[in-house]
């Protein structure tokens, strides 16, 4: 039997090699292929992440996303024009130039307050500067649209005239005084004629305000005891144009400009009445109760209108000072805004 068995053995050679070709149960374990072992371990995960962007695609219509990212490459494409990129940099420009002058215009409207001027000066401005700054504005034009403002600066004008009026009762301590410098007796004071005044700057053509041709008066304060000393034509030509030199002789010469070559050009013509200066005869102030203080009248013809104008009136005379430091300033600046 054994024979038989050793002898079935023999006759099957091939069978017995197979069996040994077969590889064990532990070394199939042992030599698995790593790349095989990848996607058993991170199917989970992949199969999640799958799972999500399939929901999220299935969210989104296809034609709207399609249409999103269409619109997206469109404004792209629109933004890239060198066209629109002008007309972007002009309108970034014009809101940054609008925010600039909403600010200043409000910063000027709010500025309410204003330094008073407390120097001591030769003369007083007529009538009272209306906005900070010393700036006379105004709307010129007739009654009652216009001239919701001039009203309210002629007022003053007639105050300082009616001082001024030939209908005023006068004593005989007030004189008529003719010609230059003279001697005034302690009990005497000269007359000053407003009526060559009124021609140019009168209150029945409203002071030249309605039409835009305004007039301003400076008034010689009251210094006691100061007597100028005024220069000859020749000596004032030094200092300034001279265009009358009649016009220099016993006078405090009055000279107004403008303080820029923008404002000259902007003050126009102006005229002086009815003289160019103060006469020396109205000094010296020595407190008399019926004194009357001299007056120029100073009209501007044809102002620019919408833009302020800065002016600076001088006065000369050799014992006269132009500084505002000095006691009296022989200067005043002030500036029209006629609208």
């Known amino acids: 039997m054994n024979t038989d068995i050793e002898k079935g053995q023999k006759d099957n050679p091939e069978k017995d090699s197979k069996k040994d070709d077969q590889p064990s149960a532990d070394d199939s374990d042992v030599k698995k292929d790593p790349d095989a072992e990848e996607p058993a371990e991170d199917s989970p995960l992949k199969g999640k992440e799958a799972n999500m962007e399939g929901q999220n695609d299935a969210s989104i219509p296809p034609g709207e996303k399609s249409g999103a990212k269409e619109g997206a490459k469109g404004l792209r494409e629109w933004l890239s024009k060198s066209r629109v990129k002008w007309w972007i940099a002009i309108l970034v420009a014009i809101v940054l130039l609008t925010v600039v002058l909403v600010g200043t215009l409000l910063a000027v409207e709010d500025d309410d307050y204003d330094i008073p001027d407390t120097s001591i000066r030769l003369v007083k401005l007529w009538p009272r500067p209306n906005k900070p700054r010393n700036v006379i504005n105004f709307v010129h034009g007739t009654l009652p649209v216009e001239g919701r403002v001039w009203p309210d600066l002629t007022k003053q004008l007639d105050v300082l005239l009616s001082r001024y009026s030939p209908s005023a009762n006068r ?50 304060n009251n210094i006691t005891d100061w007597v100028p000393e005024p220069y000859t034509a020749r000596e004032l030509e030094n200092y300034v144009e001279v265009s009358d030199r009649s016009a220099v002789t016993n006078m405090v010469y009055l000279d107004c400009q403008g303080d820029s070559l923008v404002d000259q050009e902007n003050m126009g013509r102006i005229q002086y009445t009815p003289d160019r200066g103060f006469p020396t005869k109205f000094f010296p102030y020595r407190g008399h109760s019926e004194y009357m203080s001299p007056l120029v009248g100073i009209r501007f013809t044809k102002p620019a209108i919408g833009v302020a104008i800065s002016v600076t009136c001088k006065l000369w005379a050799k014992n006269i000072n132009h500084t505002d430091e000095a006691v009296p300033s022989g200067q005043i600046s002030f500036n029209l805004l006629v609208d």
């Open 171 to 220: 004593s005989k301590n007030v004189i008529e005084c003719f010609g230059g410098s003279q001697t005034m007796a302690e009990n005497k004071v000269c007359k000053f004629d407003i009526r060559p005044l009124m021609l140019e700057c009168g209150k029945s053509m409203n002071y030249g305000y309605d039409q835009g041709k305004p007039c301003v008066f400076l008034e010689f």
